[in-house]
């Protein structure tokens, strides 16, 4: 397939139509965002339009992409935080490399072993087993982590917003 040349019953050549889903794709961007970005650069068209070829060529693009990505460090930070959604109570778990890259993140209404066993399995489920795991004192992790990655060693920090309550009393 040439770049310059539209595929059949589009409009647009191959080459906006892979920026516009790699956009959606890489960066995670809403449809809308994407036709900003795209309108920026002088190119007019619907978020529908974008949302018919991300589902349209998906496949071909996710490949591509995953494939590119860098493999994620072998020094993993896990953490959790509560927030307040509609007025509920929920537990934010998220697992970050040494680099910063995000691993993942799961949104639960509790915070204990149960659901830190769901949230590791389905992380080490997407990702090979880390050499080192951070985490703050948090007493459920403790168990999941030593079970499915064995040779992981665990190290537990006092987070930081916690150390500057300390200095501060």
């Given amino acids: 397939m040439s770049l310059i040349k539209a595929p059949k019953r589009h409009c647009f050549p191959v080459s906006i139509i892979s920026q516009a889903v790699w956009l959606y794709y890489r960066f995670n961007h809403s449809y809308r965002d994407v036709q900003e970005q795209l309108a920026f650069r002088g190119i007019t068209l619907s ?90 004192k948090l007493k459920s992790y403790v168990k999941p982590i030593t079970g499915p990655t064995s040779g992981s060693t665990i190290v537990s920090n006092t987070p930081i917003n916690q150390l500057a309550v300390k200095k501060n009393a």
């Fill in 47 to 136: 978020h529908e339009t974008v949302r018919k070829w991300c589902t349209k060529f998906a496949l071909h693009f996710i490949d591509v992409i995953k494939k590119r990505e860098r493999k994620p460090r072998d020094k993993w930070h896990l953490d959790e935080m509560a927030l307040k959604i509609n007025g509920e109570m929920f537990v934010l778990w998220r697992a970050v490399d040494r680099d910063g890259m995000e691993l993942d993140v799961f949104l639960q209404k509790r915070r204990n072993k149960r659901s830190a066993i769901r949230f590791l399995s389905r992380l080490l489920g997407t990702h090979p087993a880390p050499r080192v795991i951070v985490t703050d």
